[in-house]
C-alpha cells in the first residue's frame, strides 16, 4: 500500500549548522512531494514542494532533494535558527487525485 | 495575506452529541479539505469537497461525518454522534486548484476533545 514515512522523530542541532530532515515514502506514482512545518498548536504550513519530474528544489534557507530510486526525499535548511524548531512533515499528492498523504513527522530542535 | 480561519478553536463534548466545526476558505478557492491530527501522530486526509460535493473520502469519513457549505463562505464539518476516538486537532484547507500542493492553505484547526 503507500505510505510515507520519516527515519527519525527527533532531530536536535545547534544553531546556525545545517539541519537535514529525511522521509521514505513507498507510492511511485506520486507527482508532488511537499514539505510542511507545523509549530505547536498551528496548521500545516508549506514550505518547499518538487515534482516528480525533478531531483532538486532550493527555496530561501531550504532545499529539497527527491531521489526517485530510492524513494527518499530530504529537507535541508541552512543555519538553522531557533525559529525553524518545529515538526516538519512530508507529505505526498498521487496522480489520481489531491489528497495530501502526509508522513510521521520529525520534531526538529534548535539549540541556543 | 488571505487566511483559512476555522472555528471554534477548541471544543470539549459528551460522548454521542454531535458536533459542527466551522471553516472560511480563502475566498477565490474553489477546493476545500478537512484533515485531522490525533495526538502526536501524523495529518490524516478526510475528505475532499468540490462544487458542492465530496470529490474523495478516507476510511475515516464513515456515515457519522458529513460536510457542507451551506452559504457559500463556510464549510462545515459535522460529526453526528462522536465517539472517544474522534478525539483530535480537524484541520480545514483550501486551493485554488485540484491538487494544489504548494497551494493547499490549512486554517490554525480546531481542537476536538470528546469525553
Known amino acids: 500500500g503507500e505510505s510515507v514515512g520519516l527515519h527519525l522523530p527527533t532531530l536536535s542541532v545547534q544553531e546556525g549548522d545545517n539541519s537535514i530532515i529525511n522521509c521514505a515514502y513507498s507510492n511511485s506514482a506520486s507527482d508532488y512531494f511537499i514539505w510542511y512545518k507545523q509549530e505547536s498548536g498551528k496548521g500545516p504550513q508549506f514550505i518547499i514542494d518538487?515534482?516528480?519530474?525533478?531531483d532538486k528544489r532550493q527555496g530561501q534557507r531550504v532545499t529539497v532533494l527527491l531521489n526517485k530510486t530510492v524513494k527518499h526525499l530530504s529537507l535541508q535548511i541552512a543555519a538553522t535558527q531557533p525559529g525553524d524548531s518545529a515538526v516538519y512533515f512530508c507529505?505526498?499528492?498521487?496522480?489520481?487525485?489531491?489528497?495530501?498523504?502526509f508522513g510521521q513527522g520529525t520534531e526538529l530542535s534548535v539549540k541556543p | 495575506e488571505p487566511e483559512v480561519t476555522q472555528t471554534p478553536s477548541h471544543q470539549v463534548t459528551q460522548m454521542g452529541q454531535e458536533v459542527i466545526l466551522r471553516c472560511v476558505p480563502i475566498?477565490?478557492?474553489?477546493?476545500f479539505y478537512w484533515y485531522r491530527q490525533i495526538l502526536g501522530q501524523k495529518v490524516e486526509f478526510l475528505v475532499s469537497f468540490y462544487n458542492n460535493e465530496i470529490s474523495e473520502k478516507s476510511e475515516i469519513f464513515d456515515d457519522q461525518f458529513s460536510v457542507e457549505r451551506p452559504d457559500g463562505s463556510n464549510f462545515t464539518l459535522k460529526i453526528r454522534s462522536t465517539k472517544l476516538e474522534d478525539s483530535a486537532m480537524y484541520f480545514c484547507a483550501s486551493s485554488e486548484e485540484f491538487g494544489g500542493a504548494g497551494e493547499l492553505f490549512f486554517g490554525e484547526g480546531s481542537r476536538l476533545t470528546v469525553l
Open positions: 475566498s477565490n478557492h474553489l477546493y
Open positions: 507529505a505526498e499528492i498521487n496522480n489520481q487525485g489531491g489528497k495530501l498523504i
Open positions: 518538487i515534482r516528480s519530474n525533478m
